[in-house]
């Protein structure tokens, strides 16, 4: 007689890295049914059942690959094996999840071929950065020699003012 722990929980074999990974599992019961203890067996059903899942998912979305003569399996046969297994329920929240998707996926070409999309060659954007980073290092050029002209200028008024009250001190010496 066989044991059930046995049929609802195979063990380990070389085929474990075909499995979700156990964290993402235990993440996603948390978050479901945060006040409830799951136990490790159950944990591992539930991980069993997700995978079981995903390969029916995969194996029936490769089937209506193959029948229309193509070699990549896209969300349209993955849809469509959701119904064809009698999962219908799960179809519209799928077509969301995918919107949601594209929705990323385009927002990502967009800020990707922003660049692209201006139309101006590379080498003129390039030519335009030099001539921007130039013209940078000759406004900081010209604010260095006016800060040493300033520098300068309070100097040379010090020494003036300098000679100035040594020359009164020695007038007034003169009068003692």
């Known amino acids: 007689m066989s044991d059930p722990h046995d049929e609802l929980c195979p ?27 799951v136990a490790n067996e159950s944990r591992e059903l539930i991980l069993n059942c997700c995978t079981e899942f995903i390969h029916l998912i995969s194996s029936e979305a490769n ?11 896209n969300a349209e046969h993955v849809l469509e094996a959701l119904d064809r297994l009698g999962f219908k329920d799960y179809k519209q929240e799928a077509e969301a999840v995918l ?49 040493w002209y300033s520098v300068q200028t309070a100097t040379l008024q010090n020494a003036e003012l300098f000679q100035k009250q040594m020359s009164h001190d020695e007038d007034d010496s003169d009068e003692y």
């Open 63 to 73: 089937e209506v690959c193959n029948q229309r003569n193509k070699k990549t399996i």
């Open 11 to 37: 063990p380990n074999q070389e085929d474990d890295e075909l499995t979700l990974p156990r964290a993402s599992i235990n993440k996603i019961i948390k978050e479901l049914v945060p006040s409830i203890r």
């Open 99 to 147: 919107n949601d998707c594209k929705q990323v996926a385009a927002k990502r070409r967009r800020q990707s071929t922003r660049l692209e999309n201006l139309g101006i060659p590379e080498e003129e954007l390039l030519r335009q950065q030099q001539e921007l980073f130039a013209r940078a290092r000759e406004e900081q050029a010209a604010a260095e020699q006016q800060q």
